[in-house]
Every structure is written in structure tokens, then in C-alpha cells.
């Protein structure tokens, strides 16, 4: 049976006399801040000279430093920044300013993973991973509820590592949810794996094809957009809140023969084998090396595909429709 922490489980002392430095202030990066200072954590961000968010975290209440003086104040660093970013700020501004018996956290082990960051051995390192994206992260602590985390150590140096890393998850609300143990190895494949097969890249290939389908077959756009992307939202509600039986209780019998018999034809074997050639990818490291040149080049690529899919129908078309439901801002 896989290990569970709640609030209940976990001491926030370990924590409470550190201060903790989150270098990024976007998605992540604000919610991590906002929480952890809501939680009573002492706080600062780091960030770039000339950033933007620079006005935001100071209107929020939060001191902002260079990454590099807010790594030297902290006692806990917490990287919130694009994986390709930061093996370079690693370099220049953190491991300059770590000092022994620190904690190096991550929000994602890919750096780790992958060895392009290798920390010192006198220091911690350790990750909390909430399992949402920031804004939602952030929206659901406001409501008094938690998003779960995962918790990993990589490096336990002063033998309290396990301890800070949980008291971190309980700071950022990790542990009104429940805080997962794992190892970067599994956080980082596993996390890659379902971007790509499933909830990014498998569902908005999905959704394309699907529209593709019904528009080339002479249905109006319009229909298409709301069967296959508009309705999708209140079927992955029902399953986020009772799993695919719980969706199954909600929808038509009708809707649930179609399911159980036309599904299993469309998501076949050919599609699972696809899926193993991905995770293999991501367990050999061919994508992060693939990913990692990429930006060495200037996201040639990315933006290319970017371009394109930006001027899909689905897209184009979606816009409009959304443009004529202004009340979508609140249900999200």
C-alpha cells in the first residue's frame, strides 16, 4: 500500500524557523509563495533582474531579491522555474549561495533525473510536486482545500530531509489532500508519460481528430466544438469527483454502450503500443535530450508547432464561441 501523509501526520515545526526562497513567481512559482505565506511560512521570491513579476509579489506582501541574495538569505530553496532554465541558474546563482545543511527543493525532479543539476553532498534535496497546475493549485488553497502532492528525497544530509520536505508539502496545502511518497525516477517518467499520452498530448490530439472527423463529414463546426471539447469539461468533472464510474452513474445507457463497446476500438492496442514507445523515450532520456536541444536552438520547432496548432479550426472556431460565454472565467 503506497505511503500517505495528511495534516494530521505531519509537523510543521521543522519548518518554522527556516526562511524559504521560491526562485519563480509564474504559475508555479506564485502559488508555492502565496501559500506557504498564507500557512505562516517566512517567504521571499528570486527573481531575474527586469522581471515582470517583480510588482506583483511586492503588491502580494513578499519580499523580492536577486535569485542569488535570496538563495543566501534562505535556508530552503524551492526551484520554480522552466526545466530548461535551470541548470543555469543553478550554476550561477544557487550553488555560489548554498551553505551546509541547506535544502534544495523541486517541484519537478527532471533536473535531478536527468543529472543536469548534480547538487553538493552537505546539503538536502527534495521535492513536493503538487499534482496541479499553479493557478488551480493556488485557487484550491484559497477555498480551504488542498491539491495532493507527491514527496520525494534524493539527498538526506542532515537526516531531517524527509521531515522539512513534509512540512513544506503541509505549508503549501499538500496535506489537506494527501502527500504521496516517491522517488524523482518515478515523478519525473511518470509525470512526462501522462503529459504526453494522456492528459496534453493525448487528449488535444484527440479532440482534433475527433473535430476533423465530424467537420470532413459535413457536421457544423459549431456542433463539432461543443461534442468533442466544450462537453469534455463536465465528463472529466465527473470522473475527477467519482472515477469512470462515477461518470458512468451520470450518463446515459445509451452513452455508456457506446463507451464500453466503440471506445476499446479507438484507444486499441496500436495506441497503447504508441504510448510504450513514448515512456521508453522518457525512461532512456531521448526526450529530454530531444527537449533540452530544442531549446539550445532557440525553439525553433516548438514555435512552429505552436503556430500551427494555434490556427487549427478547433481553435479558431472556439474562440468565438467562448468569446459569446463570458461566465466560462467562473467555473474554472
Same mark, same amino acid.
Given at each position: %500500500?503506497?505511503?500517505?501523509?495528511?495534516?494530521?501526520?505531519?509537523?510543521?515545526?521543522?519548518?518554522?524557523?527556516?526562511?524559504?526562497?521560491?526562485?519563480?513567481?509564474?504559475?508555479?512559482?506564485?502559488?508555492?509563495?502565496?501559500?506557504?505565506?498564507?500557512?505562516?511560512?517566512?517567504?521571499?521570491?528570486?527573481?531575474?533582474?527586469?522581471?515582470?513579476?517583480?510588482?506583483?509579489?511586492?503588491?502580494?506582501?513578499?519580499?523580492?531579491?536577486?535569485?542569488?541574495?535570496?538563495?543566501?538569505?534562505?535556508?530552503?530553496?524551492?526551484?520554480?522555474?522552466?526545466?530548461?532554465?535551470?541548470?543555469?541558474?543553478?550554476?550561477?546563482?544557487?550553488?555560489?549561495?548554498?551553505?551546509?545543511?541547506?535544502?534544495?527543493?523541486?517541484?519537478?525532479?527532471?533536473?535531478?533525473?536527468?543529472?543536469?543539476?548534480?547538487?553538493?553532498?552537505?546539503?538536502?534535496?527534495? %521535492?513536493?510536486?503538487?499534482?496541479?497546475?499553479?493557478?488551480?493549485?493556488?485557487?484550491?488553497?484559497? %477555498?480551504?482545500?488542498?491539491?495532493?502532492?507527491?514527496?520525494?528525497?534524493?539527498?538526506?544530509?542532515?537526516?531531517?530531509?524527509?521531515?522539512?520536505?513534509?512540512?513544506?508539502?503541509?505549508?503549501?496545502?499538500?496535506?489537506?489532500?494527501?502527500?504521496?511518497?516517491?522517488?524523482?525516477?518515478?515523478?519525473?517518467?511518470?509525470?512526462?508519460?501522462?503529459?504526453?499520452?494522456?492528459?496534453?498530448?493525448?487528449?488535444?490530439?484527440?479532440?482534433?481528430?475527433?473535430?476533423?472527423?465530424?467537420?470532413?463529414?459535413?457536421?457544423?463546426?459549431?456542433?463539432?466544438?461543443?461534442?468533442?471539447?466544450?462537453?469534455?469539461?463536465?465528463?472529466?468533472?465527473?470522473?475527477?469527483?467519482?472515477?469512470?464510474?462515477?461518470?458512468?452513474?451520470?450518463?446515459?445507457?445509451?452513452?455508456?454502450?457506446?463507451?464500453?463497446?466503440?471506445?476499446?476500438?479507438?484507444?486499441?492496442?496500436?495506441?497503447?503500443?504508441?504510448?510504450?514507445?513514448?515512456?521508453?523515450?522518457?525512461?532512456?532520456?531521448?526526450?529530454?535530450?530531444?527537449?533540452?536541444?530544442?531549446?539550445?536552438?532557440?525553439?525553433?520547432?516548438?514555435?512552429?508547432?505552436?503556430?500551427?496548432?494555434?490556427?487549427?479550426?478547433?481553435?479558431?472556431?472556439?474562440?468565438?464561441?467562448?468569446? %459569446?460565454?463570458?461566465?466560462?472565467?467562473?467555473?474554472?
Amino acid at each position: %500500500m503506497a505511503t500517505l501523509y495528511y495534516d494530521k501526520d505531519i509537523d510543521a515545526a521543522p519548518l518554522k524557523e527556516s526562511t524559504v526562497a521560491i526562485l519563480g513567481y509564474g504559475s508555479q512559482g506564485h502559488a508555492h509563495a502565496l501559500n506557504l505565506k498564507d500557512s505562516g511560512f517566512d517567504v521571499v521570491v528570486g527573481l531575474y533582474e527586469g522581471s515582470k513579476s517583480k510588482e506583483t509579489a511586492e503588491a502580494a506582501g513578499i519580499e523580492v531579491l536577486s535569485n542569488a541574495d535570496a538563495v543566501a538569505k534562505a535556508d530552503v530553496t524551492m526551484l520554480c522555474l522552466p526545466d530548461t532554465v535551470q541548470p543555469k541558474v543553478y550554476k550561477e546563482d544557487i550553488e555560489p549561495n548554498l551553505n551546509e545543511g541547506d535544502m534544495l527543493m523541486f517541484a519537478h525532479g527532471f533536473n535531478i533525473h536527468y543529472e543536469t543539476i548534480t547538487p553538493p553532498g552537505n546539503i538536502d534535496v527534495t %521535492m513536493i510536486a503538487p499534482k496541479a497546475p499553479g493557478h488551480r493549485f493556488r485557487k484550491i488553497y484559497e %477555498m480551504g482545500l488542498g491539491v495532493p502532492c507527491l514527496i520525494a528525497v534524493h539527498q538526506d544530509y542532515t537526516g531531517r530531509a524527509h521531515a522539512r520536505a513534509l512540512a513544506y508539502g503541509h505549508g503549501v496545502g499538500g496535506g489537506r489532500a494527501g502527500i504521496l511518497e516517491t522517488t524523482f525516477k518515478e515523478e519525473t517518467e511518470t509525470d512526462l508519460f501522462g503529459e504526453q499520452a494522456v492528459l496534453c498530448g493525448g487528449v488535444t490530439s484527440l479532440i482534433k481528430a475527433g473535430f476533423e472527423v465530424l467537420t470532413e463529414a459535413g457536421y457544423q463546426p459549431e456542433s463539432a466544438y461543443f461534442e468533442v471539447l466544450h462537453e469534455l469539461k463536465l465528463i472529466v468533472d465527473l470522473i475527477y469527483q467519482g472515477g469512470l464510474e462515477g461518470m458512468r452513474y451520470s450518463i446515459s445507457t445509451t452513452a455508456e454502450y457506446g463507451d464500453y463497446t466503440r471506445g476499446p476500438q479507438i484507444i486499441d492496442e496500436h495506441v497503447k503500443e504508441n504510448m510504450r514507445k513514448a515512456l521508453k523515450q522518457i525512461q532512456s532520456g531521448e526526450f529530454a535530450r530531444e527537449w533540452i536541444a530544442e531549446n539550445d536552438e532557440g525553439l525553433p520547432r516548438y514555435r512552429q508547432l505552436q503556430k500551427d496548432d494555434l490556427a487549427h479550426p478547433v481553435e479558431k472556431i472556439g474562440r468565438e464561441l467562448r468569446g %459569446m460565454m463570458p461566465w466560462l472565467e467562473e467555473t474554472i
